[in-house]
C-alpha cells in the first residue's frame, strides 16, 4: 500500500519544490496527500489543489497542517521540509515530536544545539529524520562509495570538491526573493553559499571515503560587498583518518552552472565525478590509463546497480537521485534497513561544520575542531 506524503515549502516557482514532487511520486510508492506550500497562504492552497491534493488537506500553513494530519486515520506517514532554512528546526521538531517521519532539506538547523535537539528526538521516538544530500543517492556516486570501501583506490590521501556557481553574480538581483533570503542572516543562518552549497560538497566527502571531517580551516568573502553572509568560501579540512581535503564553493563563478565536482586521490588511483555529467566516474589506476566509468554498465557495486533506473547510456539526472532518497526511506519507513540515507546525525555533522567555519574565517583561518560535541 502506498504511503501518505506531505509537503512543507516547495511552492509554485521554488528551485527545489519540483524535484521533491517528482522524486517522491516517481515509484508510486507515496501519494501526495497533504500540503503547506507557500509563505502566502492562499497561494498555497491554490497550488497544493492544483496539484491534486484534497481541498480539506491543502493547508494554509504548517501548523495549520500539523493539526489537521495529527489526528487524522490516513494521516501523511513522511513530511518533507524545503522552507527557508530559518524555519526548518521548528517545523522539524514539531512534526517529529507529533510522531510523524521527516525529511528536511539542508541545511537541517540553524545551530549545533538546534541540530543536537533534533537527533535525540528522532533517537527517543524511533521516528526517522533524513535530510536531503540528496547528490549522495546518485548511481555512480555509490559506485565511488563502494570503490572505495573495498580498498579499490588504496588509502585515500587527498579529497577536493568545489561546488560553484554564478547564479548570484549579479549584485543587481539583490531583491530577487529566490536569492536575497540566502544572504540574509535572519533566513539562512551563519553563513550563505557554504551552508547553502558547500556544505553538500562537505557531505560528498565523507559519504564517499567514509571519514568524518574533523577540523577545518576556513577563509570566507563577500564579494558583492553589500552581502552581510559570504558568497564564497575555500575550506581546507582534515577527516579523522588523517584524509587532506580542500573545498571551494562560490555563487559568484559566472560561467559556471552547477559546477559540483570531486576528485578522490588514493595511493593506488584516483577517481572523480562531476554532477553536470552524474553518469560516468573517471578513475585513473596508478600508472594507467583513465577510464570511463558508466551508470548501468556491468559490474557495478550493488548499491549502484540498484538506484540506476534506466539503461546504459541514458540520461538520468536529479529528480532521480531525490527519488533514490524516497525509495529508500519508503523502505525503513516500512521496517527495513537501508545503508547509505542521510540522517539527522549528518545534518548535525554539517551544522558543526558550518559553525566551525564561521569561526575560523572570523579568526583569520584559525584550524578548529569541526566535530559537533555529541558526536565527539
Ligand atoms: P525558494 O526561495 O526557491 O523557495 C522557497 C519556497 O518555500 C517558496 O515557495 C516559499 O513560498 C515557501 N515558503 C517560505 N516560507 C514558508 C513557510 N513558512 N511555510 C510554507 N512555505 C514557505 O527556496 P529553495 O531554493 O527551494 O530552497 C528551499 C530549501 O531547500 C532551502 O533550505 C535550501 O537550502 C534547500 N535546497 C536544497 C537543495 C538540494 O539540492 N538538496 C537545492 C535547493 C534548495
Given at each position: 500500500m502506498r504511503l501518505n506524503w506531505g509537503m512543507i515549502g516547495g511552492g509554485e516557482g521554488s528551485q527545489i519544490g519540483p524535484a521533491h514532487r517528482l522524486g517522491a511520486q516517481a515509484d508510486g510508492l507515496f501519494t501526495f496527500a497533504a500540503a503547506a506550500l507557500d509563505a502566502d497562504p492562499a497561494k498555497g492552497r491554490e497550488y497544493a489543489q492544483r496539484l491534486g491534493v484534497a481541498v480539506d488537506r491543502a493547508y494554509g500553513d504548517w501548523r495549520e497542517m500539523l493539526a489537521g494530519e495529527r489526528n487524522r486515520e490516513n494521516r501523511v506517514d513522511l513530511v518533507t521540509v524545503a522552507t527557508p532554512n530559518a524555519t526548518h528546526f521548528e517545523i522539524t521538531k514539531a512534526f517529529l515530536e507529533a510522531g510523524f517521519h521527516v525529511l528536511c532539506e539542508k541545511p537541517m538547523t540553524m545551530t549545533v544545539e538546534e541540530g543536537e535537539v533534533i537527533v535525540k528526538i528522532a533517537q527517543s521516538s524511533g521516528r526517522i529524520c533524513a535530510v536531503?544530500?540528496?547528490?549522495?543517492?546518485?548511481p555512480m556516486v555509490r559506485e565511488m562509495r563502494a570503490m572505495v570501501a573495498r580498498g579499490g583506490l588504496g588509502r585515500i590521501r587527498l579529497v577536493v570538491a568545489n561546488f560553484s556557481?554564478?547564479?548570484?553574480?549579479?549584485?543587481?538581483?539583490?531583491?530577487?526573493p529566490r536569492v536575497r533570503w540566502r544572504y540574509d542572516p535572519a533566513m539562512a543562518?551563519?553563513?550563505g553559499q557554504f551552508a547553502d552549497c558547500g556544505i553538500h560538497a562537505l557531505h560528498m566527502a565523507s559519504f564517499i571515503t567514509g571519514d568524518e571531517v574533523a577540523r577545518l580551516s576556513a577563509d570566507f568573502a563577500s564579494t558583492i560587498e553589500s552581502r552581510v553572509l559570504e558568497d564564497d568560501a575555500m575550506v581546507n579540512f582534515r577527516t579523522a583518518g588523517g584524509t587532506v581535503g580542500r573545498l571551494w564553493t562560490s555563487s559568484v563563478a559566472i560561467g559556471r552552472q552547477h559546477g559540483f565536482d570531486i576528485q578522490v586521490f588514493g595511493e593506488t588511483g584516483g577517481i572523480r565525478w562531476a554532477s553536470e555529467q552524474p553518469n560516468q566516474v573517471w578513475y585513473t589506476p596508478l600508472g594507467g590509463r583513465t577510464q570511463i566509468m558508466e551508470k548501468g554498465e556491468a559490474g557495478l557495486s550493488d548499491d549502484a546497480a540498484r538506484l540506476s533506473r534506466v539503461p546504459i547510456a541514458h540520461p538520468e539526472g536529479f529528480p532521480l537521485a531525490v527519488a533514490n532518497i524516497y525509495v529508500d526511506l519508503a523502505a525503513v519507513i516500512r521496517g527495513e534497513t537501508r545503508d547509505g540515507l542521510p540522517s539527522a546525525e549528518d545534518g548535525l555533522r554539517s551544522m558543526a561544520a558550518v559553525m566551525a567555519a564561521v569561526e575560523s574565517a572570523k579568526a583569520g583561518g584559525a584550524w578548529v575542531d569541526a566535530r559537533p560535541p555529541m558526536l565527539r
Open positions: 536531503n544530500y540528496c547528490y549522495s543517492a546518485y556557481h554564478g547564479h548570484h553574480g549579479d549584485a543587481g538581483d539583490a531583491d530577487n543562518g551563519v553563513s
